[in-house]
């Protein structure tokens, strides 16, 4: 019986670094067997005096260009062909510059180029604190050019960059693009809020900025009152900018004051601060007691 040649195993593609070497499998039956060789173009890579029956492998080293090789299979039956494409494949390319297109308080949108012609499998984007040596946290398998990094804080200084990733592996990252994220009101109250008494009528009343003010303390505001059970907002209030003291005049002596203090950013308000009571004594000279819920100061 006599029967045409064809492929048991054709060749398959292969993808490999530049300089790689890679070996392209070809096996053909059919009766008579028939002869296999390989060819890339016109150009025969096989001799004609030590052609192979039914398998042939080709070795290819140092391959530096992409290429396909052609399988040839031939009886007295036909001749049949099958091409391997052998694709040099580098690692990607640094992706170009990341830019920023959005930013909140706790996130930075970043889009950028892949800045490679051929496709890649996905970004890392890598992001640090820029005044710290911490190593670059990385957010992995970004499939697309835009990508909003989240968990930041506010009012903050960061680094970013993006590194192309590809079959072969990944490749250098992109230049650095330095982002702040947007300011926020304050999360935290004014530090160690004190006060004393400067005449039985005028007390000072100062304190520290916030631990977390997250932006730029635009200013205070120092509420006081006699009576704590009204709402804050109808305490008496004094807006002060520019420092972390407060002079309050015309109170009453021989009366107890509550007295609260709220920083704010072009954003909002923070929280108040814990309670303070200040009393005016009068006399030959002049006392004051001043204590928070917190404990005595």
């Not at 303070?276 to 204590?291: C, D, H, N, S, W």
Request: with cysteine.
């Amino acid at each position: 019986r006599r029967v045409p040649p064809r492929f048991s195993i054709p060749p398959t593609d292969n993808e490999i670094m530049p300089g790689g070497s890679v070996n392209i499998t070809c096996v053909a039956v059919g009766s008579p067997m028939p002869y296999v060789k390989w060819m890339l173009g016109a150009e025969d890579l096989t001799p004609e005096d030590d052609m192979p029956i039914g398998r042939n492998v080709l070795e290819l080293t140092d391959v530096r260009q992409s290429a396909n090789y052609t399988c040839v299979a031939m009886s007295t039956l036909g001749v049949i062909e099958a091409v391997a494409q052998i694709t040099v494949k580098a690692l990607p390319k640094a992706p170009g510059t990341p830019v920023v297109t959005e930013r909140t308080a706790t996130s930075i949108t970043l889009t950028w180029d892949s800045g490679n012609p051929e496709p890649v499998s996905y970004y890392i984007i890598q992001h640090k604190s820029k005044y710290l040596d911490d190593l670059y946290k990385e957010i992995d398998g970004v499939a697309t050019t835009r990508y909003s990094v989240g968990g930041l804080s506010p009012y903050s200084d960061y680094e970013f960059r993006v590194v192309a990733v590809n079959n072969i592996g990944r490749g250098p990252p992109s230049e650095i693009i330095e982002a702040k994220t947007a300011e926020q009101a304050p999360s935290t109250a004014p530090r160690q809020v004190r006060g004393h008494m400067m005449s039985a009528t005028t007390a000072v009343i100062q304190w520290d900025e916030p631990e977390e003010p997250n932006g730029q303390i635009m200013g205070y505001r120092v509420y006081y009152t006699m009576d704590s059970s009204q709402h804050v907002n109808l305490w008496e209030k004094q807006i002060v900018r520019g420092s972390n003291f407060v002079t309050i005049q015309g109170l009453i002596p021989n009366k107890t004051y509550y007295i609260k203090v709220l920083a704010y950013t072009s954003v909002g308000d923070g929280p108040l601060s814990p309670e303070l009571q200040i009393i005016a004594k009068t006399g030959g000279g002049f006392a004051f007691i001043f204590f928070s819920k917190c404990g005595s100061v």
